[in-house]
C-alpha cells in the first residue's frame, strides 16, 4: 500500500489521560495525522478490538489505522465492521507473512528495524510483504523502557540509505527534529508524547503538518474532465495548481469539445478505465491533496468515491459541477443523488448559489439565505462549504467559508470586477484551494489566498485575448508580472552559453598574427614592447575597476577576492611589465609614459562606463573576459597548441610566456567565473541580458587589442 506516512501517531494511554486514546486521536486527525497506531500494551485482546472500532468510527476515513502487533486484534475488528488499515509489527510479533496473508494485498504492513541484520532479513521477504519501516530510536525515550542504542539523525540518514523500504522515525521525536529527520530521508515522523500529551493535539498536529510541508512542493491530482481550448477543466486546474506552488497531476473523467462560447459535445471514457488511471497514480505517487470537478454520471462518480475510500487523501477538494450558467441541470438525477453522497469525503466543498441550492434543496434568494444553507448542508455531510456569490447581482462578490463541525464561519468581501473573462473560475478557485490547502494552511488563510491570486487572475484576462465569448482568466499573471516569463538559469549553463558566445572573438584571436608570432617566437621585439606599454595603461585603470568591483561585492569572499585581483594588477603584474620596459627603474610613471592607442582607449572607457554606471553583476561580466581569455589562451600555449617552441625555457619571450599558464592565475580565474556566472543566476532577466552585452563587448574588445600591435607596429 503507498499510504501518506508523513505524520504517523503512536498512542500512549497514559500519556493521554483523562481526555483518552479516542478523543486524543480525534484531535490529531483533525489536526492533520495521516496515519494512528494503536499501541495499547496493557489491553487485552478483547479491549483491544473494541478500541479499534471506536478508533475507526472517530477517524471516519480521514487517516489510515494500523494496530501494533494484534494482528488477530485487526482481523477480528475488520469481522465487526470496523476499518483497520492494517498492523506495525515489531521483529518478535507476528510474522509479516502471516500478516500479508491475513490481512490481504491492500493492507499496510509496516516493521520496526534498527539494524543491519533487520534489513538483510527485509530482503529476504518476497516484494510487498511490508510497506514501510519503523526506524529508532532516534532519541532516548520513557515510553519504551526496552528501546536499543538511539541512533541519531545521523545514524538514521545511514539507515535509510540502506534501506529498500521507506523509513519512518520513531522514537525521541520532537517538532523541531521535523526538518533534520526529512532532510535525513525519513517518509514521516512517529511522534508519541509530542502529541499524546499534547495540551491541544489538533494544534500540534497542525504545526508538525505545517513544519513538514513547508519543505515539500504539495502533489495535487485533478479529477475532472477536459476544455480543448483551456481556460476550465483539467487545463486550468493544472495552470491553477502551478501558480499556486504545486505539482499538478491529472486524471480525466471525461473529454469534451468546447471553446469559449460553448460546450458542442462531450465523451465519457469507460469508468474502468478511470480507475485504472487513478490507480496507476496512487500505487506510485503520494498524493497530497485532490480536486474533483466535472463527473459526468453515476457510474464515474461511484468510481472516484471506492478510490477515494481506498486511498483517502488528506485534502479533498470537490467542485460539484451540476448546473450551466445557463441553469440547466447537467446532471441526470441519479447522478446528482451519487455526488450528494460523495460530500461527506470532502474536505472542502466550493458550490455556486445554483449548485448550492440543489445540494441543500432549499430556496435560495439572499445572500443570507445561501449562509445560511450552507451551515445546514455543512453540518449534514461534515465537510466545509465555500459559499461563492459570484452569481449575485449586484456591484459585490462576496464569498463565505462555513465549516459547522468546527463552528467557523468567515465572511471574505469584495467588489465584482469587471470583467467578461470568466471562464472556468470555479475550476480555478478550487484547484488553487487543493494546493494551498496541500500546503498546510489554515482553510480561512487558504480562502484568502486563493481568492486574492483568483482576483488578479481575473483582472488580467482580458489582455490574453483568447476567444470571441467567455475568455479565460490570466492564471500567471501574477507571477509574470513579477518575476517574468524567463527562466532561471544555474551558473553553470550561464558559463557555458558565455563562452560558447564568444567562439568567434576566441578563434579570432587564435588566428592572429601577434599571437601566432608570439608563440614561434618570430615576433619583433617593437610591437611585443608596444603591448606590453599598452598592457601598463591598461592594468593600471584595470585595477580601479576591480576595486569598484569589489566596493560593490555582496559577501566578504567576493569583496576580498577583487580587492586581491586589484592589488596583484597594481604590483605583482606591472613589476613584470616593467622589468621589460623600464628595468632599471622599475614601475615608476615611465612605465606608463606610451600615448594610449585607440583600441586601449575603447576598451578603458567601455569598462569606465561599466564600473561608473552599472552595478556589481555588471561589472564583474566586464572584467571577466581579461581572466578567462587570458587564462585559456596560456592553458593551450603551454600544452603546445600553438607550437612545441612556446613551452621552451629558450623562447625569447619565455619569461612573458609562463604568466600565462600560471596556476595561481588559472585558480583566480575559476573563482571569477563562479562569482560572475553566480550573480548572473541571482539577477532578473534584464540585468542577466546586461551582463552578456558587458561580457560580449569586453571580449570584442580583447581581440582588438592583441590586434593592435601588429596593426600600429612594422613588423620588422
Known amino acids: 500500500m503507498n499510504a501518506d506516512l508523513s505524520l504517523y501517531l503512536v498512542t500512549d494511554e497514559a500519556l493521554c489521560g483523562d481526555r483518552g486514546i479516542v478523543e486524543t486521536v480525534r484531535l490529531a486527525v483533525d489536526g492533520g495525522v495521516r496515519i494512528v497506531q494503536l499501541r495499547a500494551k496493557a489491553a487485552t485482546d478483547a479491549e483491544t478490538v473494541e478500541q479499534l472500532i471506536a478508533l475507526s468510527r472517530v477517524i471516519d476515513g480521514r487517516a489510515l489505522l494500523v494496530v501494533n502487533d494484534r494482528l488477530d486484534a485487526a482481523v477480528t475488528a475488520r469481522g465487526r465492521g470496523a476499518r483497520v488499515d492494517g498492523v506495525h509489527l515489531g521483529q518478535g510479533d507476528a510474522s509479516v507473512l502471516r500478516a500479508r496473508e491475513a490481512l490481504g494485498p491492500d493492507a499496510l504492513i509496516g516493521l520496526t528495524a534498527n539494524s543491519p541484520a533487520h534489513l538483510e532479513a527485509v530482503r529476504a521477504l518476497p516484494p510487498g510483504t511490508v510497506d514501510y519501516l519503523g526506524v529508532g530510536v532516534i532519541r532516548p525515550t520513557t515510553t519504551k523502557a526496552d528501546h536499543p542504542a538511539p541512533l541519531g539523525v545521523d545514524g538514521f540518514a545511514a539507515f535509510v540509505a540502506s534501506s529498500p523500504l521507506p523509513c519512518v522515525a520513531i522514537g525521541g521525536v520532537g517538532i523541531d527534529d521535523t526538518e533534520s529527520l526529512r532532510e535525513a530521508g525519513a517518509v514521516g515522523l512517529a511522534v508519541v508524547s509530542a502529541l ?15 513544519r513538514w510541508l513547508a519543505a515539500s512542493v504539495p502533489r495535487v491530482l485533478s479529477i475532472a474532465g477536459s476544455d480543448p481550448s483551456g481556460g476550465a477543466g483539467i487545463q486550468a486546474d493544472l495552470k491553477s495548481i502551478a501558480a499556486n506552488g504545486g505539482y499538478g497531476m491529472a486524471v480525466l473523467t471525461a473529454l469534451t469539445a468546447q471553446n469559449t462560447r460553448g460546450v458542442r459535445a462531450v465523451h465519457v471514457p469507460p469508468a474502468d478505465f478511470l480507475r485504472a488511471q487513478l490507480d496507476a497514480l496512487s500505487d506510485d505517487i503520494v498524493i497530497d491533496a485532490v480536486k474533483i470537478g466535472m463527473l459526468a454520471d453515476a457510474e464515474v462518480i461511484r468510481t472516484v468515491g471506492e478510490w477515494l475510500e481506498a486511498v483517502r487523501p488528506p485534502i479533498v477538494v470537490l467542485d460539484p459541477v451540476m448546473v450551466a450558467t445557463s441553469g440547466d441541470r447537467l446532471l441526470a438525477p441519479d447522478a446528482e443523488r451519487a455526488l450528494r453522497e460523495l460530500l461527506s469525503r470532502a474536505t472542502l466543498v466550493t458550490p455556486n448559489l445554483a449548485e448550492l441550492t440543489v445540494l441543500s434543496g432549499r430556496e435560495i434568494v439572499d445572500w443570507n439565505d445561501a449562509i445560511s444553507a450552507a451551515e445546514e448542508l455543512s453540518a449534514e455531510v461534515g465537510a466545509a462549504i465555500l459559499v461563492k456569490g459570484g ?22 468581501s469584495g467588489s465584482r470586477i469587471p470583467t467578461g473573462n470568466t471562464h472556468g473560475t470555479g475550476c480555478s478557485l478550487s ?35 483568447v476567444g470571441r465569448g467567455h475568455g479565460p482568466i490570466s492564471h500567471f499573471a501574477g507571477l509574470w508580472g513579477r518575476a517574468g516569463a524567463d527562466p532561471r538559469p544555474e551558473a553553470s549553463d550561464i558559463a557555458a552559453d558565455w563562452w560558447q558566445q564568444i567562439s568567434g572573438i576566441r578563434a579570432g584571436i587564435d588566428e592572429l598574427p601577434f599571437i601566432r608570432a608570439l608563440a614561434d617566437g618570430s615576433l619583433a621585439r617593437a610591437p611585443f614592447l608596444f603591448y606590453l606599454a599598452q598592457d601598463a595603461l591598461y592594468l593600471r585603470e584595470y585595477a580601479r575597476v576591480l576595486a569598484e568591483a569589489a566596493r560593490l561585492a ?47 582607449t575603447a576598451y578603458l572607457d567601455h569598462l569606465r562606463s561599466v564600473a561608473f554606471g552599472g552595478d556589481y553583476a555588471e561589472i564583474v561580466a566586464a572584467v571577466l573576459p581579461c581572466f578567462w581569455l587570458y587564462t585559456d589562451l596560456g592553458r593551450r600555449l603551454h600544452s603546445g597548441e600553438f607550437g612545441a617552441y612556446a613551452r621552451d625555457p629558450e623562447h625569447p619571450f619565455a619569461s612573458w610566456l609562463s604568466t600565462y599558464a600560471d596556476p595561481a592565475f588559472e585558480d583566480a580565474t575559476e573563482t571569477a567565473i563562479v562569482y560572475a556566472t553566480e550573480a548572473a543566476a541571482r539577477a532578473d532577466a534584464g540585468t542577466r541580458a546586461r551582463m552578456r552585452r558587458a561580457f560580449e563587448v569586453s571580449s570584442a574588445h580583447e581581440l582588438t587589442f592583441f590586434a593592435a600591435p601588429l596593426e600600429s607596429q612594422p613588423v620588422g
Not at 203 to 208: E, I, L, T, V, Y
Not at 440 to 456: K, N, S
Open 554 to 600: 555582496p559577501t566578504s569572499a567576493e569583496q576580498a577576492f577583487w580587492a586581491d585581483s586589484a592589488h596583484g594588477s597594481i604590483v605583482g603584474e606591472l613589476e613584470l611589465h616593467a622589468s621589460w620596459l623600464t628595468p632599471a627603474q622599475g614601475v615608476t610613471a615611465a612605465t606608463f609614459a606610451a600615448e594610449p592607442a585607440s583600441a586601449t
Open 196 to 210: 499524546c500529551a499534547a495540551d491541544d493535539p489538533e494544534a500540534m498536529a497542525g504545526a508538525f503538518r505545517r
Open 431 to 465: 484547484s488553487a484551494l487543493a494546493t494551498v490547502l496541500a500546503r498546510g494552511e489554515e482553510p480561512a488563510d487558504a480562502v484568502l489566498a486563493a481568492r486574492t491570486w483568483l482576483r488578479e487572475s481575473l483582472r488580467s484576462g482580458e489582455s490574453l485575448r
Open 391 to 412: 452569481h449575485l447581482t449586484g456591484d459585490d462578490a462576496p464569498d463565505a467559508l462555513v465549516d459547522a463541525r468546527r463552528g467557523l464561519r468567515e465572511e471574505f
